[in-house]
């Protein structure tokens, strides 16, 4: 039987990793994959988590089980982070919240939930998009299509196209949205801009789903959800996919949620009879320690001003290493224009580089980027900002 098995493709990001990882070139620099570094190139466990940690080894006193929806206390703060301290729709419990392992879980529970209990079958993305989103949502059974979003000669977003194939999309079809920080452009919408999607979601009668994985990397923990906040007053009903993977740095503890929001609380209890359904026929309950690591900072102020001061150095470094990427190439002779990188948000910057000039930046400088061009700007450091330039400049 498994012997008639084939080979499947090796994810363009992570196995990107791999082959980094069998490089045995010291000099190598991975700006591939989506992964915060800090100045000395270090992924390290944020204090506030090692506090957090430090208090729940304390104070556990059981493995048993976790509800379906996780933890009781984490899904409550999800609610605060994604629509603010004094929410209408959350007051009005409009909003149901189950904790998922990592963004790509509660992409998938929001997937299998939509295929299974309702007439929403066709999803539209932005084209391009992070590249799980395909297979995610194809393997739960929805259809995929895309909508116009990058213009590469303008290094920036078309809305009007945007707009214009979304007013193709029928009743019904679910609209994929990236909260803040595109992946992989690093191009967002602004205020006026989230606006108008809203509006055309309601008259179209299009469901958004959020993906929201990198809250706090763009402007702000409050300023990046506000695009999703704009949205959500507008439309009757949505859906978030959350990611603490990259905010706390707890990326191998997979932990996310998924939110759903109806038109009213009966409406929203029972949807979420039917995610708590899916989630049991996945994975029965989630893990407990990364939404318990969420609460117990989220709970206490001291540790939450200790993660908000985290999370903001890790902002800032990112935009000082847009302005100084922009500097170094231009030190290094480069003639284009690259101050676009300066304008784009969060980890990720899409630089222009072709197919071949990525392929000679491995080949012959052991620089790792995604094939599409997509560098991860939060992998650079003032250590390897010299020789990335000085290859980039080489390749161009
Ligand atoms: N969505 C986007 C846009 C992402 O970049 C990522 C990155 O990891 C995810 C979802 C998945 O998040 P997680 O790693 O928490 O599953
Ligand atoms: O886009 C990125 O690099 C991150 C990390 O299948 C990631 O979102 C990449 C690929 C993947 C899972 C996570």
Redesign the pocket.
């Known amino acids: 039987i498994f012997s008639q098995v084939s080979q499947a493709p090796a994810d363009p990001i992570l196995g990107l990793t791999d082959t980094f990882k069998a490089d045995n070139r010291a000099h190598k620099v991975n700006l591939g994959v989506?992964i915060y570094k800090d100045e000395a190139g270090q992924t390290p466990v944020l204090k506030s988590v090692k506090k957090a940690e430090a208090k729940l080894l304390e104070i556990e006193k059981t493995k048993n089980y976790l509800g379906i929806e996780g933890v009781q206390a984490y899904n409550q703060v999800v609610q605060t982070l994604l629509f603010g301290e004094n929410s209408e729709l959350v007051k009005q419990h409009r909003a149901v919240t189950a904790q998922a392992?990592?963004?790509?879980?509660?992409?998938r529970v929001a997937a299998d939930f939509l295929a299974t209990n309702t007439t929403s079958k066709t999803i539209w993305v932005s084209n391009p998009?992070?590249a799980?989103?395909q297979n995610i949502f194809e393997t739960a059974g929805l259809t995929v299509k895309q909508y116009q979003y990058y213009v590469a000669a303008t290094h920036d977003m078309d809305f009007d196209a945007m707009l214009a194939d979304l007013d193709q999309a029928s009743a019904g079809d679910i609209v994929l949205l990236?909260g803040c920080c595109h992946?992989p452009t690093g191009i967002d919408l602004n205020i006026e801009q989230w606006k108008l999607v809203g509006q055309l979601c309601l008259e179209k009668s299009l469901l958004p789903l959020f993906?929201f994985?990198?809250q706090g990397f763009g402007a702000g923990i409050e300023e990046d959800a506000q695009g999703l906040r704009a949205v959500a007053k507008v439309v009757p009903e949505l859906l978030i996919?959350n990611?603490?993977?990259?905010n706390f740095g707890l990326?191998n503890e997979?932990?996310?949620a998924v939110t759903l929001v109806a038109e009213d609380k009966a409406t929203a209890e029972r949807s979420f009879s039917q995610i708590k359904k899916t989630i049991r026929s996945n994975y029965s309950n989630p893990p407990a320690h990364g939404g318990l690591i969420v609460s117990t900072i989220l709970a206490d102020d001291m540790l939450k001003a200790e993660w908000e001061a985290e999370l903001a150095e890790m902002r800032e470094r990112i935009a000082q290493m847009r302005t100084l990427f922009v500097d170094s190439l231009k030190a290094e002779g480069v003639s284009q224009d690259f101050s676009f990188i300066s304008r784009q948000n969060g980890m990720f910057s899409f630089s222009g580089l072709n197919k071949e000039q990525v392929n000679r930046l491995r080949d012959e400088f052991a620089i790792y980027i995604v094939g599409s061009g997509r560098i991860s700007v939060a992998g650079l450091t003032k250590d390897n900002m010299p020789a990335v330039c000085k290859a980039i400049a080489q390749v161009l």
């Open positions: 989506g392992p990592g963004g790509t879980g509660a992409l998009t992070w799980n989103h990236h992946n993906d994985a990198y996919a990611s603490f993977s990259k990326y997979r932990i996310g």
